[in-house]
């Protein structure tokens, strides 16, 4: 799952009075919300402001009906806004708030702590780039574990593959998966799939009980390397990973933007290179609701028989048993292939930390 800071959701008028405004705030306080350790580094207050313009506080979340628009000190002078025609749940789980509404262009959304996951629209561009780079760079995936992925997306793409045998999900937050079941079904219908065992709980403590060569692939959709997530970027996590995956298996996690945080994808490029020791890439995809409109994956294999991820072993695209129940919307082998080519910037940078 994904991103970015907590973001206001704005009036559709700027002129709209603080008094209006406050007679229809919802406040996200008092909970896990991502990146909470950066919006303090960043000197922003907990505190809920309603006034809907500039003097409200950057990365603090609140809800007044109009326009979604998600703002934040990591990409200051820029917002990305969504009208809300109808905001259909709202509930608070064990670990952060959830929401879903029907936006006018876009379809429903579902919101975690203030932050797009996923559109009905544009769904597709991430989960089937996230499942497919990695599993169809190999040949005949069986065992896939997937960390994260409560809304059944990944799910849903992994089990197009017909010679995976068993798919684990590690999700923490159950009403997520309760939630996506009754609103997106077309997404989590990965969770009808019989090969599919669901284990709600902490996937980084999943991962380290996991027996030494368990996996193929490992896909984590996970959100930023920021604040409770962090972990997930860092040596221990993927040491956790290498273990856990058979020589020469694969793992793809979410890794960030090109534009807005490649000092955060060097640092993982560099502790990935150190802990892998097959193949190492970044590849990139375009999401229109996620910010600067582009995320990135990290793609890994272990020592053994060699994986090249930019050529395609396994086509799943030319597999017309699995094309006719649902056809593929983004991912063919083309994209595959030219989702590594990198912008010159983009390229120098992960380049220098090759060694």
Known sequence: MNQHLSPTIAASSMELSAEMAAENVVEFTDLPVKRQREDEENGVSKTVSTLPNETQPLGI??????????????????????KVEKILFQGKSDYQNVMVF???????????????QLTERDECAYQEMITHLPLCSIPNPKKVLVIGGGDGGVLREVSRHSSVEKIDICEIDKMVVDVSKEFFPDIAVGFEDPRVTLHVGDGVAFLKAA?????????????DPIGPAQELFEKPFFESVAKALRPGGVVCTQAESIWLHMHIIEDIVANCRQIFKGSVNYAWTTVPTYPSGMIGFMLCSTEGPHVDFKHPVNPIDEDDSQQS???LKFYNSEIHTAAFCLPSFAKRAIGSKAN
């Open 325 to 327: 129940a649902r056809p």
């Open 102 to 116: 029907q936006s006018s262009t876009y379809g429903k959304v579902l919101v975690l702590d203030g932050v797009i």
């Open 61 to 82: 979340s609140a809800v007044i009906p109009g326009w979604f628009s998600e703002i934040s000190p990591m990409w200051p002078g820029e917002a990305h806004s969504l």
């Open 211 to 223: 027996p030494e060569g368990t996996y193929d692939a490992i896909i984590v959709d996970s959100s």
